[in-house]
């Protein structure tokens, strides 16, 4: 291709031919004849491949190479389709990297097409590199601007999962710790990773905030003075420490200590005075062996102290069998505590069931439950063998086991000292095969055991019992002295060892008067052709001899 010359006319030649042609896509009918690039192609080919470069296929327009150009602007067009709007996840690197390599290629096919090619009066080839490099800045500024935008999909992700676990909490704290814990412990998983795999992005700067509210939302039943209800949300705060790192957590990490003590005393002193199962020691004790130095665990003695000398002012009262169970529950309590945070307490606790003890088995004979009374005094006795009221707990016992049998002996209860006055001899044999227990209470209350009459037989019939028994001449009966003071008696005749399964105890009343001395005889009597034996019916007491 030659420049014209000002002032001369085209030079004459021949037509140039269809291969000739500028922009043909047609390949040439013969090679074109091998020569050097036309003058400014090196400039071309820049600009060509820079316009291509710029994923808009323009290098290729220029050349009217439009199925090239259409080659550019699809796979753009895919690109930007995968890729817009802007996510969290972006574009698939292996995409991005395919495109790249189709922009290189794109760029370098125009620039080689460019070389080659007969432009004519092409404008300005420096001008088109110009523009090449500054269209350049269109997927330069869309990759900014796209990463932009992913950041900030990424960022509202991030905000999406804080606001997440804040409707979880918001949900959790309207109902108890038991049913919402679930949600609580999710809430903490998105909070924690936002704080820790996330601490620059806007929803990780708010976690600390967050983790506060969340921190007030458990620990609601503490500050609405639900003790009982509180020591677990606040025991599972208290772990927090151990799953989220304590950096993030700052000051909240040891806020739980303080309120879980307060908690861990309010309920278990609460228990200690209820009548429930639960009587306190679970959370004492825990208080006792967690915060050992706190001021709540310093008050644990003197409250527990308090609690039993309150329990034992109710001894007084209308139930004090009642009273009595709540005693045990506190001395099995103060037992479950570390001995050396409350050392008297165990002592305080054991004297104080068994003032319950005894006090019930007074009230047990007072309601005329003589059954419970005389087990519950028996046992008193038993068990506190020093204790200097376990004489009259067996006077008692005695009393309300011959009520057991006559009723009326349980009209008052025994008395525990001992009467003054004349005191008259009641003597009692046994005319009876088999020992014989006597069991009396009156003005004094007491039991006399009697040996087995050896040679002694049953009686066929009262009459005969009544005219026979303890005169045989030459016969030596087992017998005892009673000296009583005047007045009414109850008496309960067991017949022990020796006895048949049908012989049965039997009772009889009687007055002692001033100035006589009496006598009694035991003696069976066998009514059934059998021989099986009948109730023992002892002589009534009637005056032997006055004085």
Avoid at 101 to 122: E, I, K, N, P
Avoid at 134 to 150: E, N
Avoid at 173 to 188: G, I, M, T
Wanted: proline share 9%; aromatic share 6%.
């Amino acid at each position: 291709m030659s420049e014209p010359r000002p002032g001369a006319g085209p030079e004459p030649g021949p037509e140039p031919g269809p291969e000739q042609k500028w922009g043909a896509d047609r390949p040439p009918a013969r090679p074109p004849a091998a020569g050097p690039p036309p003058p400014g192609a090196a400039m071309r080919a820049v600009a060509a491949g820079l316009l291509s470069l710029s994923g808009l296929g323009l290098g290729h327009v220029l050349l009217r190479r439009w199925g090239r150009a259409a080659v550019s602007w699809a796979a753009t067009g895919v690109l930007l389709l995968v890729a817009l709007p802007a996510d969290p996840g972006g574009v698939p690197a292996a995409l991005v990297a395919a495109h790249l390599v189709l922009l290189v290629l794109a760029g370098a096919d125009a620039a080689r097409l460019a070389l080659c090619a007969d432009f004519g009066r092409w404008p300005r080839p420096v001008l088109a590199a110009v523009l090449g490099l500054l269209l350049l800045a269109v997927p330069l500024t869309g990759t900014v601007a796209y990463g932009s935008a992913r950041d900030e999909a990424v960022e509202q992700e991030l905000l999406d999962r804080l606001e997440e676990g804040d409707d979880l909490v918001a949900k959790a704290a309207k109902s108890s710790f038991l049913l919402s814990a679930p949600d609580y412990r999710y809430a903490l998983t998105l909070y924690r990773e936002l704080g820790e795999d996330h601490p620059g992005s806007r929803a990780g700067a708010l976690v600390p905030g967050r983790l506060k509210s969340y921190y007030e939302a458990v620990a609601t039943p503490y500050r609405a003075k639900r003790h009982c209800e509180a020591v677990e949300p606040l025991t599972y705060l208290r772990t927090l420490p151990d799953t989220v790192d304590r950096k993030l957590l700052g000051g909240l990490a040891g806020w739980p200590d303080t309120p879980l003590a307060e908690s861990l005393y309010g309920c278990g002193v609460s228990r200690l005075a209820g009548t429930g199962p639960d009587s306190g020691s679970k959370e004492l004790g825990t208080l006792l062996r967690t915060f050992p130095e706190s001021s709540q665990a310093g008050q644990v003695g003197p409250a527990v102290s308090r609690t039993i000398r309150q329990q034992l002012s109710g001894l007084k009262g209308a139930e004090p069998c009642a009273v009595t169970d709540q005693l045990r529950r506190t001395s099995t309590m103060v037992a479950e505590l570390p001995e050396t945070s409350v050392p008297s307490l165990g002592r305080q606790a054991d004297a104080g069931v068994r003032d319950g003890v005894y006090a019930c088995g007074v009230d047990e004979f007072k309601d005329k439950r003589f059954t419970e009374a005389r087990q519950t005094l028996t046992d008193f006795a038993d068990t506190y063998e020093e204790d200097r009221r376990g004489r009259h707990a067996r006077d008692i016992a005695t009393a309300a086991e011959i009520a057991e049998v006559r009723p009326s002996a349980g009209r008052r209860l025994p008395g525990s000292g001992k009467p003054g006055g004349v005191r008259m001899e009641l003597v009692i044999s046994n005319g009876a095969p088999n020992d014989v227990d006597v069991l009396y209470t009156g003005p004094v209350t007491g039991t006399v055991k009697l040996k087995a009459c050896g040679s002694c037989e049953r009686f066929s019939s009262e009459a005969t019992g009544a005219a026979g028994a303890c005169r045989a001449s030459g016969m030596s009966y087992p017998k005892t002295r009673l000296r009583l003071p005047a007045g009414d008696y109850h008496f309960l005749y067991k017949h022990g060892s020796g006895a048949t399964a049908a012989a049965d105890s039997y009772a009889s009343g009687s007055s002692v008067t001033p100035g006589y001395s009496y006598t009694s005889c035991t003696y069976v009597i066998e009514r059934d052709p059998y021989g099986l034996d009948l109730p023992t019916l002892p002589e009534p007491l009637k005056p032997a001899s006055a004085r």
